[in-house]
């Protein structure tokens, strides 16, 4: 039997995705002792507090932890659960987890599970420096401001790394409970709870649902001047040299900067801005697949397709036909 301790975090979280996992878990140690006759179930699965008091979420729901992390010397899974609103508060009312999920690595090489948002807490004990992590999109600025030395892949919904485990954001994290359950009780267990459940097999990567904003959260007024004349002429081709004329930045220092500030190259960063804009028209018109690509910059419908690719992680055509509500029922 394995155990596995679901953190149930203090402050603000959202309860169902506590919830749909320990539910999904629970779905699995129930067919897989049917189906292979056990006289118990292969996991015991406590939900773990600080202390035993009830935690309330969105002063609606409580969620009452089974043990407390005192109670527990030795784990062979923890999953962080996400942590939600002021990302820098929660990890703070939330540090007496820290020590406690850093002992169970190193002294029983347990291994740990973030879900969303969760990886903020599971980077801050250090155990992720020099590993592969994912956490939701919308958080991906932040995250690789406060842990340079973390490898974040953007792109991923799961991510793997020597037993630390990571997922994207939101309700991916039922695919990464699919995902746990398969490494765990194996295929057949995760594909059954999968149809049970109604929750899509096999999806690992986030790009598709990521919505670029631009990464504005920084202080250097012309390099989001240079962003600001990206996103109002996206549909021009483009020249690094000359915008960097327009913010008064030789090319060198232009570069330097602008990757410090936005994490993108300029190229990066007005080839997003150029996809999110064909996304849009994707989503919400009827427009020739040519037509969105002429109107956005590109003239050469390959680079569009494999650019767009790049960051969507699907084709135009696949892209319009799963978010173009209004096409998907023609």
Not at 67 to 86: A, F, R
Not at 206 to 226: L, P, R, T
Not at 244 to 250: E, F, K, P, S, T
Request: glycine residues 4%.
């Amino acid at each position: 039997m394995k155990h596995i301790s679901i953190i149930i975090p203090e402050g603000n979280s959202i309860a169902d995705v506590i919830i749909g996992p320990f539910n999904l878990l629970s779905m699995a140690n129930s067919y897989y002792k049917k189906m292979n006759s056990l006289s118990d179930f292969p996991f015991k699965i406590d939900l773990v507090g600080i202390t035993k008091e009830p935690i309330i979420y969105q002063n609606l729901f409580s969620i009452q932890p089974t043990v407390s992390i005192n109670e527990i010397t030795k784990t062979d899974l923890i999953i962080v659960s996400p942590l939600s609103g002021d990302l820098e508060e929660a990890v703070n009312k939330n540090i007496k987890f820290v020590n406690w999920i850093r002992k169970q690595r190193i002294e029983n090489d347990t291994e740990i599970a973030s879900l969303c948002k969760g990886a903020f807490l599971l980077a801050e004990t250090g155990l992720l420096n020099g590993k592969s992590c994912a956490t939701h999109w919308t958080s991906h600025e932040q995250f690789k401001q406060k842990y340079p030395d973390v490898n974040l892949i953007p792109e991923k919904i799961i991510c793997e790394d020597n037993g630390i485990y990571s997922s994207g954001g939101a309700y991916s994290i039922l695919n990464f409970t699919l995902y746990l359950i398969e490494r765990y009780l194996g295929r057949e267990t995760a594909i059954y709870c999968s149809k049970v459940s109604e929750i899509e097999f096999d999806r690992v990567s986030q790009s598709e649902f990521i919505i670029f904003s631009g990464q504005k959260d920084h202080s250097d007024e012309q390099i989001k001047k240079a962003q600001n004349y990206i996103e109002s002429n996206y549909e021009n081709k483009l020249n690094i040299d000359q915008i960097a004329g327009i913010v008064h930045l030789n090319q060198r220092s232009f570069l330097r900067r602008f990757k410090k500030a936005t994490s993108n190259t300029p190229l990066e960063y007005i080839q997003r801005v150029k996809i999110e804009a064909a996304k849009k028209k994707l989503e919400s018109t009827a427009d020739a697949i040519h037509e969105i690509m002429y109107s956005i910059g590109y003239n050469d419908e390959k680079a569009f397709r494999t650019i767009f690719r790049k960051y969507s992680g699907l084709s135009p055509k696949e892209y319009r036909k799963k978010y173009n509500r209004e096409m998907a029922f023609a």
